[in-house]
């Protein structure tokens, strides 16, 4: 039996689809349209899931929102306020849009599933299923938390084999994600998903305004509240405006914020201590809150193992220190703890709370998009005409590695693209962890990144212990762990300023290929470490081959190994004919 699971008119469209309770395929609107964080209907991401499955095979479509949820809640809040109605006809047009969907809504692709039935899940059921479900957890607390879904921002409970019991939420309008993206914006990071940066700033920062923020936000027994003198979401709602391909939100901050902590930072401005300063005071409001809530709910549920989802638990700085904040023993996170998720995590809701059946199924890899033969791949090097040479496996893994210990820049493109935020080794720019000058130089050759955000760590799991103070896997990249002081010296470049790593743990198991380059490097240096930021400029993270191409071939990246070959810049310089075509490719994308 076929499940197609849906995130749609939410950000981070996305579809995923379960044969038999397994995952067959996953992924991100984004990486199709190329429209970064699209919220509209994942058309693409559908039929690319899709592809090779009889449409009449698929007999359920989820979809991770209900625009009923919480109904009475939403027409009273909504009563009691007459003024802010003309304000909310943009949220209502969006909850109709998604109310429609059926089986036979034209101009999507459900249009073509003639024998599927379509069901709604609440946003953060849906998160919460796909915290717990995918997890390899009989038993486990479960907890969702992000900006807002359906009128809550927090829900939490306890999942049992194909159940979960809700046992507490947080309605609109109090919300943690809602406190942070508040102070994203003020600090002049404006796009949509732009809080990472915030966080990568708090290491920089000495927490000096903690004590005015705790007078925003509070989170008891569960409970958090915000002042809402200090934010405009419930009055004004958040209003999302498209800047060429990237979205942005509409502030949440009001004219409280500024007469407490200043002037905001008008975004591309000089960022000063003060910023960082607020960066960090945020930062650690933040951890004391999201610790008193993932406490409570340690009290409340008994359990020892606790799985996360939602976008503030893609904080890996509260989450790397989780086991020493908190008793629980055990962390699932899932590589798409972010909306994108919502999609794995409506199916596995309606697979196993709406049809009732057993577990089957834990997401121990992110490896479930699309992937190209050999022969697709050497047919767009052909076209493009560059210069490349096919190796053996052995071969690629030998010189990739040499490459990079000798200071070489390489993309790496190989199987199946990741679900979810992080590349993880198949969509991948890989370089020296050892160089001090590795992250200004891949900013200025490629990233372009604001200084102060970190570049991370890929380490064979069992080197873990050598270089981490904290052990645990983390195989998704969201959770950041202490470097031990003596290893500091060895990968600054992966070292960011609190002396953390957001570390991706590489099982041979799940990624053999990119395992042996690790290790690779490690026979040559001794250091069983890559950098690994994703394989992009300044877009989605690269799908296929010719956006590899294209990219590798407009920045001055060294290297792309993608499948079994191999490209070197030396011999693919700029201004030549692949690159003239690299320039056509690119404007045919951006037209897309
Ligand atoms: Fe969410």
Known sequence: MNVLGLNAFHGDASAALFADGQLVAAIEEERLNRIKHWAGFPNLAAAACLNGTDRNEIEHVAISR??????????????????????????????????????????????????????????????????????????????????????????????????????????????????????????????????????????????????????????????????????THHSQGVKMTWDGCEPTSGNVFSRKMLEVFGDPRAPRTEITARHADVAASVQAVLEENYFALLNHVYHRTGQKALCLAGGVALNCAANGKIFEQTPFRDIYIQPAASDAGTSIGAALSVWHERLNRPRSFVMRH?????????????????????????????????????????????????????????????????????????????????????????????????????FFETSYPSPFMVTAYRIKGDRLRDIPAVTHADGTGRLQTVDREFNPLYWKLIRRFGDITGVPVLLNTSFNENEPIVQTPAQALDCFLRTRMDVLAIGPYMLLKSENPPGGRASARAGLQSREVAAL
Not at 190 to 195: F, V
């Open 66 to 231: 209900n625009p009923f949820a919480h109904l009475g809640r939403k027409v009273l809040y909504a009563a009691a306020r007459p003024a802010s109605w003309q304000r909310s006809l943009s949220r209502v047009a969006n909850l109709a849009q998604v109310a429609r969907l059926s089986a036979d809504r034209p101009g999507t692709i459900l249009s073509e599933l003639k024998r599927a039935r379509v069901h709604k899940v609440e946003h953060h059921r849906a998160h919460l299923a796909s915290a717990f479900f995918a997890s390899p957890f009989e038993e486990a607390a479960v907890v969702s938390i992000d900006g807002f879904g359906d009128y809550s921002s927090v829900q939490w409970g306890v999942g049992r084999g194909n159940r979960i019991d809700l046992l507490g939420s947080v309605l609109f309008p109090h919300s943690l994600g809602i406190l942070y993206t508040a102070f994203t914006q003020f600090l002049g990071f404006p796009k949509y998903g732009d809080e990472y940066k915030m966080m990568g700033l708090a290491a920089y920062g000495v927490p000096r305004f903690a004590p005015q923020i705790r007078q925003i936000v509070r989170t008891e027994a569960g409970n958090t509240r915000l002042d809402l003198n200090y934010f």
């Open 366 to 466: 992110a490896y479930y998009g699309p992937e190209y033969s050999d022969r697709e791949i050497h047919a767009e090097l052909e076209t493009a005409g560059v210069a490349y040479r096919r190796l053996s496996e052995a071969e690629l893994v030998d010189t990739t590695a040499a490459q990079i210990a000798a200071g070489k820049v390489v993309g790496w493109f190989q199987g199946r693209m990741e679900f979810g935020p992080r590349a993880l080794g198949n969509r991948s720019i890989l370089a020296d962890p050892r160089r001090n000058d590795m992250k200004d130089l891949l900013n200025s050759r490629i990233k372009h990144r604001e200084h102060f955000r970190p570049f991370c760590p890929s380490i064979l799991a069992e080197a873990v212990s050598d």
